[in-house]
C-alpha cells in the first residue's frame, strides 16, 4: 500500500490496481458514477453486482467520511455496464490531491469512457431550496486557485497533456440530455443548472465567505468533485455532475441556521429515490 502522504503514483501502480480489477470480475464498465455523500445507495440499484472493499484493492485510498462506504461496485445499470464508487476520497481528509484522484485513471485503465459524479453541497444561489438538484455547468476550483491541482508535478503524457483545457470540462451534449429527462419526469420545478465551487474543507464556510463566493458567482458548495474531473478530463472521459442541494449557505448574520452534516445525510436520505431514477434515466439514455 502507498503511504498516506504521497504526492504522486507510478503508471505501474495505476496499472497494477486497474490489472488486479480486470483479474477480479469479467466486469468491462464504461461508465463509472462517483456517489456523493449520503448518495451511496444508487449503487444498490445495480443489477448481478460484484463489490470489492477499497481495502482489498492495490494502492487504493480508504473512506474516512459518515455517508462513504468504501467500496467498488460493479453491475448493470439501465442494461449498462457501470461501477459506482459507493466513498470517495477527499483532501481534507488528509489525502494529497494524487490520492483524492487515483481512481480516475485507474477507472480510464479498465475502458471506462464516461464519468458521472454526485455530491452533496450547500446551496448558495438564493433561488435554489434544499432538495434541489444542480446539473453543474461550470466550477470554481478554489483549492486549485491556491496550489491544490492534482495535476500539478511531473505530467504522465501516457495520461494527457500538460495544459488540459478546461472551459469545456462538463459534456455539453449530456447536460442537454440531462436538461430533457428532468422535462420528461416533471423534474424541471427542482432542477437547476450551476456553478460548483469548490472548497478544500473539512470546516463550513463563514457568513462572509458565503457572500464572497455568490458574488464571484458560484451557486453551489462542497467540498469535493473539482479534483476528479479534472484528471477525469485530462485522461479524456466525458464527464457529467450533479449537486444535490443540502443545505442553504448562510448569508445573514441575522440567522441562527448552522450548517452541519447530519442535515446533508438527512437531506439526502430524503431525496435518495429522486436522484436514483434520474440517474438511471440518465444512463439509459448515454450512448
Ligand atoms: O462532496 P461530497 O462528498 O458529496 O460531500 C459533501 O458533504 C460533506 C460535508 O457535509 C463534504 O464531504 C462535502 O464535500
Ligand atoms: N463546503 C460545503 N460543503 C457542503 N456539503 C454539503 N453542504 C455543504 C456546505 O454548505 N458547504
Redesign the pocket.
Known sequence: MASANRCSYTFEEYKESAEWLLAHTDKRPELVIIC????GTLAEQLEDKTSFKYQDIPHFPLST?P??EGRLVFGKLSGKQCVCMQG?F?F?EGYPMSKVTFPIRVFHLIGVKTLIV????GGINRSFNVGDIMLIKDHLNIAGLSGQNPLCGQNDERFGVRFPCMSDAYDKQLLSLALEIAKEMNYSSFIHQGVYCMLA??T?ETIAECCMLNTLGADAV????IPEVIVARHCGLRVFGLSLI?NKVVMDYGTHEK?N?EE?LQTCKLRAKDLQAFITKLVSKVD
Open positions: 456523493g455523500s449520503g448518495l467520511v455517508g462513504h470517495r477527499h481534507y454526485t455530491n452533496a453541497a474543507g473539512p463550513y462542497g467540498m469535493s468533485t443540502t450548517a452534516h446533508v
